[in-house]
């Protein structure tokens, strides 16, 4: 029994090796459904009889699924991913340059988080605002790779969603912790 299943020489390329074409905006049901289709073909159980070899082979594709799938599944590590197919590093870690008014949005969420952290209607209007301002900012980077293939602005756009991602995540803790 041999383990053929993904196209391997595509796994440099995760979007090929799901079948899928390389841009921002993928449809998450057909990435589901190539991720479960090759993690039935590649489960330990359906080897355990096979060589060693294919055994190996078999863990190595099931690992290289999982990278995969999160990678594409998480819109910026995909947009991520996609710069980086495309030799932009978005330098996270020492490019956290953002534009004036980004900044002081972020900072006016601060404070307001700070000032309303008892007030459950102010905090979900603040969710409102953030959400409204992530599906604005995935927009944008749909337009920056899918259309523009600008992935230096694409690049700055993500590094402003993770901005917003951390937020929501803070604000959702607080709001929870007042239900």
Not at 11 to 39: E, P, T
Not at 73 to 96: F, I, M
Request: proline letters at 2%; charged letters at 25%.
């Amino acid at each position: 029994m041999s383990v053929v299943v993904a196209n391997l020489s595509a796994s440099d390329d995760y979007f090929r090796f799901f079948g899928l074409n390389q841009q921002f905006k993928i449809d998450l049901s057909v990435l589901d459904q190539a991720y479960l289709s090759i993690q039935k073909e590649v489960h330990p159980d359906r080897h355990a009889r096979g060589s060693e070899t294919e055994q190996r082979l078999a863990m190595q594709m099931a690992t290289l699924a999982n990278t995969a799938y999160q990678t594409l599944k998480n819109p910026v590590q995909r947009g991520l991913y996609l710069c980086q197919l495309h030799g932009v590093d978005a330098k996270l870690e020492t490019n956290t340059a953002m534009p004036a008014a980004f900044l002081m949005k972020q900072m006016d969420w601060r404070e307001n988080l700070d000032e309303q952290s008892e007030n459950i209607e102010a905090l979900e209007a603040l969710m409102e605002e953030v959400e409204s301002l992530k599906q604005d900012t995935l927009q944008e980077i749909t337009q920056a790779i899918d259309h523009a293939q600008n992935y230096p602005r694409a690049a700055e756009l993500l590094r402003g969603l993770l901005f917003i991602d951390k937020f929501a995540i803070e604000l959702d803790d607080a709001i929870a912790a007042l239900v």
